[in-house]
């Protein structure tokens, strides 16, 4: 784990008094449900008429309601991102000054939550679109007329790449020269991969 998880900001520390009004019963959910959706960047925790509900139960305004739910978020994407274990994560909470009553909720839901997120957030790409599928040939250009006897040998590659809903086709050409250094590229990106595993 770094030193610190994260620098306490003015923005963090006004979340920090949010998140100490909330009342005890209520905040449990609202961890989980962040957690349980922190590996979806295109899902929100909670949904407009949700938020508008909490900002009237918990009486602040939308402007905190996102400070809250936002400063949770980052709080629990840095700390999942690390691994870092319950206690370096008590740890880090106490230096926000959040109160003992909510650092124990947010373990608690860290204990019983965060292996599973993890897990998620291990499977995820970086990346837009994953390689689906390789294809690929080797033609032989015959010469033309001038030119008797030359043949030119390309290995044509159609490369499938897409997300979970599209997929689109890359083709790419290569002449004997282009291919072998384009192994090379790959045969040094293997054993980098190699030397991390």
């Known amino acids: 784990m770094p030193a610190d998880l994260f620098e306490v900001t003015d923005k963090l520390q006004r979340a920090a008094h949010l998140i ?14 962040i957690l349980s959706n922190l590996h979806s960047q295109d899902v929100k925790s909670f949904n407009e008429d949700e938020e508008n509900k909490l900002c009237t139960s918990l009486e602040i305004s939308n402007e905190d309601l996102d400070l809250l739910i936002n400063s949770l978020e980052f709080i629990l994407l840095q700390a999942a991102y690390h691994s870092v274990k319950a206690a370096a994560l008590q740890e ?3 230096k926000l000054s959040l109160n003992a009553d909510k650092i124990e909720i947010v373990i608690t839901v860290w204990n019983k939550e965060a292996k599973s997120l993890i897990e998620k957030l291990r499977q995820k790409s970086i990346a837009p679109k994953q390689l689906k599928d390789v294809r690929w040939q080797v033609n032989l250009n015959l010469s033309q007329t001038y030119k008797s006897n030359e043949k030119t040998p390309t290995a044509l590659f159609q490369l499938v790449v897409g997300d979970e809903q599209t997929s689109q086709n890359l083709d790419l050409e290569f002449d004997h020269e282009q ?10 990106i293997q054993k980098q991969l190699d030397s991390i595993s």
């Open 20 to 33: 100490n009004q909330v009342d005890s019963a209520i905040f449990p959910r609202i961890v989980s449900r």
């Open 179 to 188: 291919l072998f250094e384009f192994y090379n590229k790959l045969e040094t």
């Open 92 to 94: 880090e909470l106490h």
